[in-house]
């Protein structure tokens, strides 16, 4: 009970149970509709790589040099997501690589019914040339997107350098979920009080074995390791 | 209906109208629960400005040089939203200011009623001294803090320039809940791509007439006007 303000506590008990229902009955429709999505890729030759972080650690910035270094012998597709606006698959398009983007409306992450929609896009943007490797970078949010799994083969989590290395021990669930945690805009880590082995150690700590690799989309710097990991993932 | 993956398209117009209710269940609960936080922080005596930004925006950075700045005429009470860890309620109770630390536990957002408890525990940390100044500092998210109002007299969204001056487009319920937004580590403008024009521009498309302040709490440059718009605040 409140004695400063006199406010009630209210129930929340019947409330909270109604809220779990429904949050239990959508991931268990997003896991069905992600297990579909995943055969659905593996149908269709490729694999797809899910890019979650927050907004502005250079995921767009990082699929146009990856686009770039990959070069004509891997054929690449884009699945976008944002909230609103196109300008990410603009400038996915701009590299001449076919991009759908999903723009959500609001809604704080990508989920699976989603991207199964974009999947069927792309297919008609590539114009039944083949894909091997498809990147769906979604919302920027580096909350929300860990819960959904988009029928994604791995997932790769982005903590740039002027956020600080704090973030995976802040943002536990996410980072757990990762298969590679990219820290990106390494370039800048002379200006920044940011530790790699700080968020290393606390990424490594949530999921031991956790592959971290340091990189710059700006320098280059670090770029080959991620793309061996690609090469690698492409011809397993 | 899917030809690739002959999965079936679910119907969702049940399920959907039952999130839908639960959605609305929610926010009506917690702007009751703002409301009388409002009222709650008016008979304290103080008013709250709830912090809003990506991770690694600087929100805590700049709550320490405001306390540094305002100094000991304006007594400061913090509420720190996290998912996990104390890490920013310590960095906070260094500068000798009451903080509370709110762990969601894995939730996006802070809420009323969890900010309602936090203002009762912020009371018993500041030991029956008035309090002038409330800040909120809300999980790093740019997307879901938007939708709950925690019973704060202005909203403050934060945007850094590593970020990249298309996010007010690509966020706009964010930057549209805004009173002002604050333009994040001006010292590295000279090192990316952003433009203060176009976010300001973008910004008040969505808002006409939003406040936007251009700062860095690194080097102190336009930090005086943000002071001088606290002041105002608290003289209004």
Not at 35 to 63: C, D, F
Not at 116 to 140: C, M, R, S, T, Y
Not at 174 to 183: G, Q, Y
Not at 211 to 225: C, I, Q
Request: contains cysteine; glycine residues 8%; hydrophobic residues 40%.
């Amino acid at each position: 009970m409140c004695d400063t303000c006199g406010c009630q506590l209210h129930d929340h008990h019947h409330h909270d149970a109604k809220v779990v229902e429904v949050n239990r009955s959508l991931l268990e429709a997003n896991q069905q509709q992600a297990v579909a999505n995943r055969q659905h890729i593996e149908r269709m030759g490729a694999v797809a790589v899910n890019l979650i972080s927050s907004p502005g650690s250079g995921k767009t910035t990082l699929l146009e040099q990856t686009i770039d270094a990959l070069g004509e012998t891997v054929r690449i597709g884009v699945i976008e997501g944002d909230i609103e606006t196109e300008r990410d698959a603009e400038r996915i398009r701009a590299k001449g690589v076919p991009a759908v983007q999903l723009t959500t409306g609001g809604a704080c992450h990508l989920d699976a019914p989603l991207v199964h929609g974009g999947l069927h896009v792309l297919e008609h943007f590539a114009k039944g040339a083949k894909l091997d490797l498809i990147f769906i970078e979604n919302v920027g949010n580096l909350v929300c997107p860990a819960t959904f799994d988009l029928g994604e083969h791995r997932r790769v989590v982005l903590l740039s350098t002027p956020e600080g290395s704090d973030k995976p021990a802040k943002y536990p669930a996410t980072f757990r979920s990762a298969d590679l945690v990219l820290i990106t805009k390494s370039d800048l880590l002379a200006h920044f009080n940011f530790s790699v082995d700080e968020a290393t150690r606390d990424a490594q700590l949530l999921k031991p074995q956790l592959d971290v690799l340091t990189l710059s989309a700006t320098t280059g710097e670090g770029f080959d390791a991620w793309i061996t990991y690609l090469h690698d993932l492409l011809h397993h």
